[in-house]
């Protein structure tokens, strides 16, 4: 079979020992089109961000950026604009055919806490060729907020596939047709396209912008930060903002997003050609996310942005980014907000998890 994995084979590859764990996988990892990676025991603060390369591991590596070790078990905080690298407690024996992907959570990009996976003899960033054999570890580096971590905690996740399954713009354009993937006309050329509301239905609130200045964030705490010791609202009438170079925004789709069962969606990679700034952080969109059935039905976007070289004018309704569509090999036997607590169906404008809601104002 040709696709995405849902989460009843990640329970086979489980079961079969390609994917395993110290402790085991606990049911609340598995999502519908992904694994949730948990920390480890083990971090080190290196100088410098690295892959570890053909024919190398990253324990060699560490030997060569490492400055010191640090143990998570009580607790540890990792300082804002630090790197660190993190063991992770799952491996993988993956088959020749499966490749993987990974991502930042939804709460970890909302953070702007840039999370990537690195493996031994990898070459890129959270991508993991077919037949791998090894440990998995976290490339941590907060970039607004210093937070505490703890053994367990699920900063990233990771998809698997077996060969390509991409809806070409014609495939793209049939699903459409057959069941609404946006609530309006869609944008559609390599991938949907979506774009930025600064004109909300109500109120003149588009946005928040990190503070430079906060204190800690404890990853474990659930709707227990006060937004504005953290936020600055970000307010407009004019339909327009200027987006500061360095700073890093939560910003919404204009379009609610529909993902069907049968479908997995990834946010594609930043593309200059649309401004100098980074438009996601949390890639994956799983089946189910926006489905009417699963309790979704106009879930938008929400959009992690950083302004890179020079101030930037966003205007409302303008294309900022495009999903990627593809097929799942069948469909998951749990859709992303059907009782399985997902935080995000059916959202607006909302920060991470961490930030009470009663205080997000509009």
């Keep these: 079979m040709t696709g995405v994995l849902p ?12 994917i395993t764990a110290q402790p085991a996988v606990i049911p609340e990892q598995i999502q519908p089109a992904s694994l949730d990676l ?50 992770l407690m799952e491996t993988l024996a993956l088959p020749d055919g499966v490749q993987a992907v990974a991502n930042a959570k939804s709460s ?8 990537r996976t690195i493996t031994d003899g990898g070459e890129e960033f959270d991508r ?11 490339e941590i580096c907060p970039r607004s907020f210093s937070v505490l971590v703890r053994p367990g905690m699920r900063l990233n996740q990771i998809r698997f596939r077996a060969g390509q399954a991409v809806l070409t713009d ?7 047709n057959e069941t609404p993937l946006v609530d309006g006309d869609a944008v559609i050329d390599e991938g949907l396209g979506f774009s930025v509301d600064l004109k ?46 360095g700073a890093f925004y939560i910003l919404v789709s204009r379009e609610a997003v529909h993902i069907p069962p049968a479908y997995a969606a990834e946010m594609a990679p930043y593309l200059a050609m649309v401004g100098e700034f980074r438009v996601h952080y949390a890639g994956f969109f799983d089946p189910g996310f926006g489905h009417a059935a699963a309790g979704g039905a106009g879930s938008r976007g929400v959009l992690e942005v950083r302004c890179h070289e020079a101030p930037f004018v966003l205007e409302h309704g303008q294309v900022v980014g495009r999903l990627v569509y593809e097929r799942m090999t069948e469909i998951p036997d749990q859709l992303y907000g059907a009782g399985i607590a997902s935080n995000y169906q059916g959202q607006g404008l909302k920060l991470s998890k961490h930030f009470r809601m009663d205080d997000q104002r509009t």
Aim: glycine share 10%; net charge neutral.
């Design 170 to 176: 014609a495939e793209l354009r049939s699903l459409h």
């Design 128 to 138: 993991i060729q077919p037949g791998y054999c090894g440990p998995l570890y976290a």
């Design 38 to 87: 948990r920390l480890g025991l083990r971090a080190w603060r290196v100088r410098a961000s690295f892959l570890a390369g053909h024919g190398r591991t990253v324990a060699q590596r560490l030997d060569e950026f490492e400055m010191h070790q640090i143990d998570l078990t009580n607790g540890a905080v990792l300082e804002k604009g630090c790197v660190y690298v993190v063991e």
């Design 108 to 115: 970890t990009g909302r953070l702007d806490l840039l999370t």
């Design 7 to 18: 989460s009843q084979q990640l329970q086979t590859m489980i079961a079969n020992g390609q």
């Design 200 to 245: 909300p239905a109500s109120g003149d609130l588009v946005g928040y912008r990190a503070k430079p200045h906060t204190g800690v964030i404890d990853l474990d705490r659930i709707g227990h930060y006060d937004p504005a010791k953290y936020w600055e609202e970000v307010r407009s009438k004019s339909g327009q903002i200027i987006l500061d170079p």
